[in-house]
């Protein structure tokens, strides 16, 4: 009975042992063949199943970034400054506007557009042939007056005269004298002349033609030296004087800078404005800025000597603080926070938060991570 009882626990047991692989392919074999392809078939989702759920466990296979490009600088200690830009008009510092006193035809013009000329140079002539007569008369009535008031100064002073009759010979005299100077300034009014030496600069009167008093003439510059004047508002007045130097860029002529100097500058605003008028002289000798041209005059607002200075570049904004990114000889970068003073948009003040002589990151910061080795370009 118990070789029985054994005999039947045995049997179980084999039953629940796994099948060989002998055993798997015999049955296989022996299945039909729709049979064996719905087994692939299964087999094949399963695994696929097995596949993607290992696949959402495990994530997305990681590349291995690479560095991040940057360029480093070093902060230094250096002088910054900030300028105000003023404009105006590049004007001679002299010029003359000739305005006829007489009326009258054109008889000569003795100059041409851009001619240079020196102080009293005749410019053209104005018909003087009716002035010269009233000329000739008036200086003919003031000889006639004159030797009779002379003579009769000696008989007033003899007693042979009245008093009545001396004071008209004396005002006969006097008016004499005024009538013949206002005919010989006229006289002089037919030959303009320059009252200053420079370039004529206009001209429009011309041979035959009729000049008239009140009309310009002709206009005479001395472009020997330049001016700027130009207005400036209160927030600068402290912070400039007289004596001062600019730099003056004119937009035709590209981005070269002439020199200035402030020469003058008013305490007070013009009369019924709020700016404070000044004059800049052009102190820069080359000739290619010439008189007209407009300018921006450059002004230095505030400035800083021995300071630490950065690259404006440099400073990065992140949840409100100035953040500036050190890099140490391993390539390992740092942000670090700093306090930044005057920046003029090239260069920014750190009044702390580095050292002179620290390297540090201007461009690529934004996309480092701290502690993670960046690829330094030059």
Same mark, same amino acid.
């Given at each position: 009975?118990?070789?029985?009882?054994?005999?039947?626990?045995?049997?179980?047991?084999?039953?629940?042992?796994?099948?060989?692989?002998?055993?798997?392919?015999?049955?296989?074999?022996?299945?039909?063949?729709?049979?064996?392809?719905?087994?692939?078939?299964?087999?094949?989702?399963?695994?696929?199943?097995?596949?993607?759920?290992?696949?959402?466990?495990?994530?997305?296979?990681?590349?291995?970034?690479?560095?991040?490009?940057?360029?480093?600088?070093?902060?230094?200690?250096?002088?910054?400054?900030?300028?105000?830009?003023?404009?105006?008009?590049?004007?001679?510092?002299?010029?003359?506007?000739?305005?006829?006193?007489?009326?009258?035809?054109?008889?000569?013009?003795?100059?041409?557009?851009?001619?240079?000329?020196?102080?009293?140079?005749?410019?053209?002539?104005? %018909?003087?042939?009716?002035?010269?007569?009233? &000329?000739?008369? /008036?200086? !003919? #009535?003031?000889?006639? =007056?004159?030797? *009779? $008031?002379?003579?009769?100064?000696?008989?007033?002073?003899?007693?042979?005269?009245?008093?009545? %009759?001396?004071?008209?010979?004396?005002?006969? &005299?006097?008016? /004499?004298? !005024? #009538?013949?100077?206002? =005919?010989?300034? *006229? $006289?002089?009014?037919?030959?303009?002349?320059?009252?200053?030496?420079?370039?004529?600069?206009?001209?429009?009167?011309?041979?035959?033609?009729?000049?008239?008093?009140?009309?310009? #003439?002709?206009?005479? =510059?001395?472009?020997?030296?330049?001016?700027?004047?130009?207005?400036?508002?209160?927030?600068?007045?402290?912070?400039?004087?007289?004596?001062?130097?600019?730099?003056?860029?004119?937009?035709?002529?590209?981005?070269?800078?002439? =020199?200035?100097?402030?020469?003058?500058?008013?305490?007070?605003?013009?009369?019924?404005?709020?700016?404070?008028?000044?004059?800049?002289?052009?102190?820069?000798?080359?000739?290619?800025?010439?008189?007209?041209?407009?300018?921006?005059?450059?002004?230095?607002?505030?400035?800083?000597?021995?300071?630490?200075?950065?690259?404006?570049?440099?400073?990065?904004?992140?949840?409100?603080?100035?953040?500036?990114?050190?890099?140490?000889?391993?390539?390992?970068?740092?942000?670090?926070?700093?306090?930044?003073?005057?920046?003029?948009?090239?260069?920014?003040?750190?009044?702390?938060?580095?050292?002179?002589?620290?390297?540090?990151?201007?461009?690529?910061?934004?996309?480092?991570?701290?502690?993670?080795?960046?690829?330094?370009?030059?």
């Amino acid at each position: 009975m118990e070789n029985q009882d054994s005999l039947h626990i045995e049997s179980v047991e084999k039953d629940l042992q796994p099948e060989s692989k002998a055993g798997l392919s015999s049955r296989f074999n022996r299945m039909k063949l729709p049979q064996k392809i719905l087994l692939i078939a299964v087999l094949l989702m399963i695994a696929l199943g097995v596949y993607r759920i290992a696949s959402i466990i495990s994530g997305p296979p990681q590349k291995e970034e690479p560095p991040v490009n940057v360029t480093v600088s070093e902060a230094e200690t250096g002088s910054i400054f900030t300028t105000s830009p003023v404009t105006g008009r590049i004007a001679p510092v002299n010029e003359a506007v000739i305005v006829p006193l007489a009326s009258g035809k054109v008889t000569a013009v003795y100059v041409s557009l851009g001619d240079y000329v020196e102080k009293g140079t005749i410019l053209f002539e104005i %018909d003087k042939t009716q002035i010269a007569a009233s &000329y000739s008369q /008036a200086t !003919a #009535a003031f000889q006639a =007056a004159k030797t *009779a $008031y002379n003579a009769m100064s000696t008989l007033y002073a003899e007693g042979a005269v009245s008093l009545a %009759d001396y004071e008209a010979a004396k005002s006969a &005299y006097a008016s /004499a004298q !005024a #009538a013949a100077t206002m =005919a010989g300034e *006229a $006289y002089r009014n037919c030959s303009p002349s320059s009252p200053i030496s420079g370039y004529i600069t206009s001209l429009n009167v011309s041979l035959g033609n009729l000049a008239t008093t009140g009309s310009v #003439a002709a206009t005479i =510059a001395d472009t020997s030296s330049l001016k700027i004047d130009a207005d400036i508002t209160e927030y600068l007045l402290g912070t400039i004087a007289v004596g001062d130097e600019v730099q003056i860029y004119v937009g035709t002529l590209g981005n070269t800078a002439y =020199a200035g100097q402030i020469t003058a500058l008013s305490p007070a605003p013009a009369a019924g404005g709020l700016t404070y008028p000044i004059t800049i002289t052009v102190t820069d000798k080359r000739s290619d800025i010439k008189a007209g041209m407009f300018a921006e005059v450059q002004i230095i607002a505030e400035s800083k000597d021995q300071v630490i200075i950065v690259p404006s570049d440099a400073v990065v904004i992140k949840s409100g603080r100035s953040l500036v990114a050190t890099i140490d000889e391993n390539n390992i970068p740092t942000y670090k926070e700093v306090v930044t003073g005057i920046d003029n948009g090239k260069f920014v003040e750190v009044k702390a938060g580095l050292t002179s002589g620290e390297k540090i990151i201007t461009s690529g910061q934004q996309y480092i991570t701290e502690g993670q080795a960046v690829n330094v370009i030059e």
